[in-house]
């Protein structure tokens, strides 16, 4: 739908904003008097902006303040760099300190308070037409001066000199679609002080003379119209700003409030994670304190952190963005406790524990391989910190396919005994155990400085004890904490219900049903790999894989190539790769290679640099718009997108139409396998191909 009726929409949008622009003008040269008998601080603040109207920016002067009868606006200007409400300032002697301003003695502070409050106004108003949280900006320029730059509050203060700079500094914020949709509603919301109830804008231009149209649209651009322009021109923009791109539809749930703890759940594609972002950028402006922004996920909190610098520079400095174990480190090392963490020992002393088992262990009856037990006891166990093993005993295991009698579970637990004493005598933790410190540790004193509000990304891959450790930091306050995630997409062992980590989100849950990210094709595919297939959701139900009700895209159909050898798949994913570059017009940094082990993406990172191929690895993408094809693990990827995705070293026994094996134990890790091939696949937003390894 969007693409076949782009050059439509453009061409309307032209001659919506001739309309717009040409009524405009004409207004501009009957209200030329006012001006002149303007404040000459105003009038020299327009004449600072005015160069600014040959970048798109347009300017509403002598407008009245919303719902009030006499009080005015100084000045709107709106463009691709947002909406800025402009309060000039004939102020001298004026001070700055302790975050207060001072003309002379007097503390003028509170004056500025009242524009803040126009602020969220016009923020909660242009939320309907999708704009996001954060793109409205309140500016007080001070006359006669200049190289200043202050922040009280959410107001902003600049020079007469700088807020030329400060406006165009803002780079390119809205798509043209987005700058029609505002301007309308601009139009409506800030009046003409005088007028009738249909006054249009004041630009400062040149009079425009319309196109000779006979007929013109009775209003701009209808909201379902600036959607999907919306989205034909984010599609074009390099993928690291689709990926911080709120569609118009989320705007008004990003400032959504919560009487206590929520849950945002959708499947893949839906826009949890940029729903999130602007979540935390809008609550680092609107609540005192800090906002965390977690996830399990190592790679995803730098990005997020790298997006947020160039969406929200202003609240960047507030939001923290860090894995849950870097966080759980950071209250260890805060409190003096001493932790050594290290795989491969925690690996050596798990190793010695069951080489002390008896060759008739109950464990090893069934044939059961060591790294099933080994997830028993990180997941299950110390997981939820099962410290009793009457709980144990009695214990629901969410999300394990093998059921357990008392005699097995009580060799599990004779087991993570001895698995608990080689750690303490090797002096060493597992990755678990920071978990439980650092729970234990907030239990005891909580941190100095509390969090406003956690937002946890991906929160169907934390386990239990990680849940409850980040939510005791906030408990049930209002909008203090927020649950991302889908539980179709949990690719771990294991898994927990909120219940049991003693959280509520009853009638504050919320469900994205509509696909921004896939095409209807990309995500046929991938549903099928997961269709009919069971999950345990955190809400303690077990759910089926689920589709979006909503796939507005299409594209091409994704690509499934078979490779005999891994030399043959490396050389069809450099050729394929070398093909999307040229063909679909991509940019290096728009595609991802992915693979279920590091080793293979090491493998294809190398094959693809041999053929003078660009590349960076996962491992080190920090966000940043970068020129190179992105290569890692799925898990790695999880949270991410690319335009062009590339699946390679694939089992046919994954993809959809596979018999799925019987034994209980293998089809648990059947499952999880293909959420992961899943998710990978569900990264790519207009093209797939996949590598199949015969």
């Not at 300017?59 to 000039?88: E, H, M, N, Y």
Request: aromatic share 6%; proline share 5%.
């Amino acid at each position: 739908m969007f693409a076949g009726e782009s050059a439509g929409i453009e061409a309307q949008r032209q001659r919506a904003l001739a309309q717009a622009h040409a009524a405009a003008a004409k207004e501009a040269n009957a209200t030329a008097g006012r001006y002149d008998i303007a404040s000459i601080t105003e009038r020299r603040t327009m004449e600072a902006l005015a160069p600014l109207s040959a970048i798109g920016v347009t300017f509403l002067a002598d407008r009245k303040w919303p719902g009030s009868r006499s009080a005015q606006v100084d000045l709107v200007a709106l463009g691709p760099q947002g909406v800025f409400i402009v309060d000039t300032k004939a102020w001298n002697d004026v001070s700055i300190r302790d975050q207060r301003i001072f003309r002379a003695d007097e503390d003028v502070t509170e004056s500025l308070m009242s524009l803040a409050d126009l602020g969220d106004t016009v923020e909660e108003d242009l939320a309907v037409v999708g704009l996001a949280p954060g793109e409205v900006h309140v500016v007080v320029v001070l006359a006669g001066h200049a190289q200043l730059s202050h922040r009280i509050g959410p107001v902003d203060i600049v020079g007469e000199k700088d807020i030329a700079r400060y406006i165009a500094g803002r780079g390119t914020r809205l798509t043209p679609g987005q700058v029609d949709a505002v301007l309308e509603r601009a139009l409506k919301l800030f009046p003409l002080v005088g007028a009738s109830p249909a006054p249009q804008a004041v630009v400062a231009e040149p009079v425009l003379s319309p196109p000779p149209e006979p007929e013109l649209p009775p209003a701009l651009l209808e909201q379902s119209d600036v959607a999907a322009a919306i989205l034909v021109g984010i599609l074009a923009q390099p993928i690291e700003e689709w990926m911080s791109f709120l569609h118009p539809d989320q705007a008004k749930l990003v400032r959504r409030n919560f009487k206590g703890p929520s849950r945002i759940r959708g499947a893949a594609g839906t826009g949890k994670t940029v729903v999130g972002l602007h979540r935390a950028a809008y609550l680092a402006r609107t609540r005192p304190g800090r906002v965390l922004v977690t996830t399990f996920v190592r790679t995803l909190p730098d990005v997020l952190k790298s997006h947020l610098d160039r969406m929200a520079p202003d609240v960047a400095d507030r939001v923290d963005f860090m894995g849950v174990h870097q966080f759980a480190l950071g209250v260890l090392r805060d409190r003096g406790v001493s932790v050594k963490v290290d795989a491969k020992l925690a690996d050596a002393a798990f190793r010695r524990a069951w080489g002390s088992l008896s060759g008739d262990s109950p464990l090893k009856a069934k044939g059961l391989p060591q790294a099933y037990w080994k997830d028993e006891i990180a997941h299950v166990l110390k997981g939820r910190g099962v410290t009793d093993f009457r709980a144990y005993a009695d214990l629901v295991r969410t999300g394990r396919g093998h059921q357990l009698g008392a005699v097995q579970r009580r060799a599990v637990w004779d087991l993570y005994e001895d698995y608990s004493s080689e750690l303490r005598a090797a002096r060493v933790h597992d990755f678990a155990d920071v978990i439980l410190l650092a729970e234990s540790e907030l239990r005891r004193l909580p941190l100095d400085e509390p969090f406003a509000a956690v937002i946890v990304d991906e929160a169907q891959d934390l386990s239990c004890a990680m849940v409850r450790m980040l939510h005791s930091i906030v408990g049930d306050a209002p909008d203090g904490f927020t649950l991302i995630g889908d539980g179709q997409q949990s690719i771990y062992p294991g898994g927990y219900t909120l219940a049991e980590a003693g959280i509520s989100v009853a009638n504050r849950g919320v469900v994205l049903d509509t696909n921004y990210r896939n095409t209807r094709e990309v995500l046929d595919f991938a549903h099928g790999v997961i269709a009919g297939s069971e999950y345990a959701d955190i809400d303690g139900e077990i759910a089926r894989g689920e589709r979006p009700g909503n796939v507005p895209r299409t594209g091409p159909e994704p690509s499934v190539v078979e490779c005999m050898t891994k030399t043959e798949m490396d050389r069809r994913v450099v050729r394929h790769v070398e093909q999307v570059q040229t063909d679909v017009a991509t940019n290096w940094g728009d595609i991802g290679v992915l693979s279920y082990s590091g080793y293979t993406a090491n493998r294809i990172a190398d094959a693809l640099k041999v053929a003078g191929i660009p590349v960076v690895k996962l491992t080190s993408y920090d966000g940043s718009p970068v020129d190179a094809v992105k290569v890692g693990t799925i898990k790695r990827a999880k949270g991410l997108e690319f335009k062009q995705v590339v699946v390679a070293d694939v089992s046919t026994s994954l993809l959809a139409g596979a018999v799925p094996p019987e034994n209980e134990v293998e089809r648990e890790r059947w499952d999880l396998a293909r959420r992961e091939l899943y998710v990978g696949m569900t990264r790519a937003r207009d093209g797939l191909w996949v590598g199949v390894l015969g």
